[in-house]
């Protein structure tokens, strides 16, 4: 048993506290390697944010557990060394889907973990969510349920269509369960392509418009059970001169659309306090990539295309955390 404590590593509880009285969120970015730790901790402390490292299923069978928890120790004391005495980090489980995922996360050093029994049946996901909150709680580690089914796809994570988190279960959902914080859906989706053409309209220029964000939910939502923290999966905003930049060097990437960003602005000053970024990284580093590849076809340092990628991924958190969810410089004092 690793208790995330001797890391260095903090749970959600006061941070999300601090974010919904601010009317800011606090950003979730997935990490799979070095690379990418190392731009969110640099984007962290440079903005001086608290944040989540998060953690789906394949990124841990792809990096291995025991190096994650390494390198999860091993980022509080990076953003140390970069400045940050009292840095903010959590690290997450992201669509935990088995209470025995859950379990071996928090027992390997995890400070909060997500249970996402959203596709079982209502009281199959309750009894589920329930049985990881009184594991989880009794190590001070904070749990993520959901309620709704967000569309996409995301590693292991794949809908086809959504359903839209109803109001009227919020209550009896977070009360039956004890969860910290609960993921909902409101129209974000996982992946590049979160909206089919047909779904969308086009604007003068032939560019595609998604749908909004439904915030009259949200609303409901709020007023249901007013001060919890809520949570947005699927928030990228997949970057058009991103996409454009990685079809400029090879990609073929059709109809790419996210979610606009000041539709998240508008959640971040609800009781939304955190958002999960996956997708955008993975472009943000795929563009560097090519772009290198094509420009220096001799080129096979892996240092000269990364390190440029880890670039570009940190200019790309460092606008979403002072621009998008506004957590520049909410660390606690």
Known sequence: ????????????KDMFKRAIAGKYAIAAFNFNNMEQMQAIIQAAVETKSPVILQVSSGARKYANQTLLRYMAQGAVEYAKELGCENPEIVLHLDHGDSFELCKSCIDMGFSSVM???SHFPYEENIALTKK???????????VEGELGVLAGVEDDVVAEHHTYTQPSEVVDFVSRTGVDSLAISIGTSHGANKFTPAQCTRDANGILIPPPLRFDILEEIEKEIPGFPIVLHGSSSVPQDLVAQINQYGGKLVDSIGIPEEQLRKAASSAVCKINIDSDGRLAMTAAVRKVFVEQPGEF?????????RDTLKALYKLKLENVLGSAGKLAK
């Open 301 to 309: 340092d892996p240092r000269k295309y990364l390190g440029p990628a």
């Open 1 to 12: 048993m690793v208790n995330y404590k001797d890391l260095g590593l903090v749970n959600t």
């Open 115 to 117: 249970i996402d029994g």
């Open 132 to 142: 990881v909150v009184e594991y989880a709680h009794q190590f001070d580690v904070t």
